[in-house]
């Protein structure tokens, strides 16, 4: 053992120094001697003093390399475990003997390799978790029990910076805040603090849904904090309430027709009708009510097909002169009918889109009219208008139907292009041979050809439909 080691070193030192210092006193003593009955007393002497100096020397020499063997590996020892309380885990201790000092270093050695094994798989654990939270999409923050953010990845970042710059109210005018608690979170924070057990809700910011789940940060069963993971619901709450109001369009939109055709089929089987004349107006109603579900039908699939990804595009060379001539040709005896104008404007040179897809331009150019003819009154005008444009060094075909109806509402116009959406509330549904869906197609279609639509609109003055095509092919 070390103490036994020390103890036994320190026995030696002790009995060199009783052996000096009796020494020592002998000389002193001879010194007092009376001589005169010694014949060799004063080289006796000279002898006891010179023993005694030089058992003095070693004896401190002996003394001295003692205490250097016992101190000097102590000293490795310490100046290696501050070195390990700084950081350096690499430090090690020399072993140049094989006693209890030995084995003491041999032992902190193994000691430091531990610790060194230790923290390096701490370090890994701690890269490796680092790593999995930057790589999220959900925003994590932690909070300790003041409130404070004490760990966040790079997305809880940005949203903590987006949400320090809003002003938070509630209905009452009154909001409690804590720490750097975000407002919304402040009351799932709380109860989770409270109660210790995990919490979920889902929290509205400005526009934005989000979905909320927060857990304790427990220490010796005390909470110490709460982590939050919070994932941007939006979109998907969106889609759910744009899944429901599908269905629920769809459903009323076959209901009318579907009412008209067994109300009218009815009253043919119940010979209601008093003349062929009557007969054949029930007949025509059931036959309109009837092209009406097929052309909702039809849009639907469309719809549903674009959006996909599988509706099959002819792309070619389109002349989109012929084709707005053809277009205007179309409508031109239903617009006479109407008592609206209709006209077109193209320059002389020739308009050709290098990749497109004839059919579905004009499946655009015919929903754009027949929009703008239902909403267009008697003695109004109707304008369409095609030209090529430079943006950003590029060649686009812009294409603007314009007309002197009854306009959209500011408020109605960033829903235009949803499905079944319609402005016009008044209008009822019989009134009208429309689906909802036209606009919806038409986007669709102009972003399959990488092409943007725009609309501008005053109530009472009409609205223009621009449409913006590249030229070339990508």
């Not at 759910?240 to 629920?248: C, G, M, N, Q, Y």
Request: with cysteine.
């Amino acid at each position: 053992m070390l103490w036994k080691s020390v103890v036994g070193k320190l026995w030696i030192t002790i009995i060199l120094l009783v052996a000096v210092v009796l020494i020592i006193l002998g000389v002193f003593l001879l010194a007092y001697v009376d001589i005169e009955f010694f014949d060799y007393a004063h080289d006796i002497k000279v002898l006891f003093v010179v023993v005694g100096v030089i058992g003095f020397l070693l004896t401190t020499f002996f003394a001295f390399f003692l205490i250097t063997k016992i101190t000097q590996p102590l000293t490795q020892l310490k100046k290696a475990a501050d070195r390990i309380a700084q950081g350096d885990y690499r430090s090690r201790v020399q072993i140049r003997s094989s006693d209890e000092i030995g084995d003491l270093s041999h032992t902190f050695n193994h000691m430091a390799e531990e610790v060194e094994m230790l923290i390096k798989d701490l370090s890994h654990e701690k890269d490796h978790l680092s790593s999995v939270l930057r790589s999220m999409a959900d925003a994590v923050i932690t909070f300790d029990a003041a409130g404070k953010v004490i760990l966040t990845n790079p997305e809880g970042q940005r949203l903590m910076e987006q949400w320090s710059t809003l002003e938070w109210s509630d209905p009452s005018g009154t909001f409690v805040t804590y720490g750097e608690v975000p407002a919304p979170l402040y009351d799932l924070y709380r109860k989770v603090v409270r109660e210790g057990h995990d919490q979920s809700a889902k929290i509205n910011v400005m526009s934005g849904v989000w979905s909320v789940v927060m857990a304790p940060l427990k220490s010796n069963n005390h909470v110490r904090g709460a982590v939050a993971v919070m994932r941007n619901v939006t979109e998907e709450y969106k889609l759910e309430k744009l899944r429901r109001d599908f269905v629920a369009n769809v459903s009323h939109e076959i209901r009318t027709p579907l009412s008209m055709l067994q109300g009218y089929s009815e009253a043919l089987m119940d010979d209601i009708a008093a003349s062929p004349e009557e007969r054949q107006e029930l007949v025509q109603v059931i036959h309109d009510e009837s092209l009406r579900m097929s052309r909702l039908v039809k849009d639907l699939l469309d719809l549903a097909r674009m959006e996909a990804g599988h509706l099959q595009m002819n792309m070619g060379q389109v002349d989109v002169q012929a084709l707005i001539t053809r277009v205007h040709r179309k409508f031109q005896v239903y617009a006479k009918e109407r008592g609206i104008r209709l006209r077109y404007e193209c320059p002389e040179r020739p308009l050709l889109l290098q990749h497109a897809d004839e059919d579905r331009l004009e499946q655009v150019l015919t929903n754009l009219l027949d929009n703008a003819l239902r909403h267009t009154s008697e003695d109004e005008g109707i304008f369409i208008q095609a030209d090529v444009v430079q943006i950003d060094n590029r060649p686009f075909l812009q294409l603007v139907v314009k007309d002197e109806g009854q306009g959209i509402p500011s408020e109605d116009l960033p829903f235009i292009f949803e499905r079944f959406y319609k402005a016009d509330k008044a209008r009822t549904r019989a009134s009208s041979s429309g689906t909802g869906l036209g606009l919806a197609i038409v986007k669709s279609i102009i972003e399959s050809h990488r092409g943007t639509i725009r609309v501008e609109s005053q109530l009472g003055e009409g609205t223009a439909f621009s449409v913006l095509l590249p030229v070339e092919a990508h």
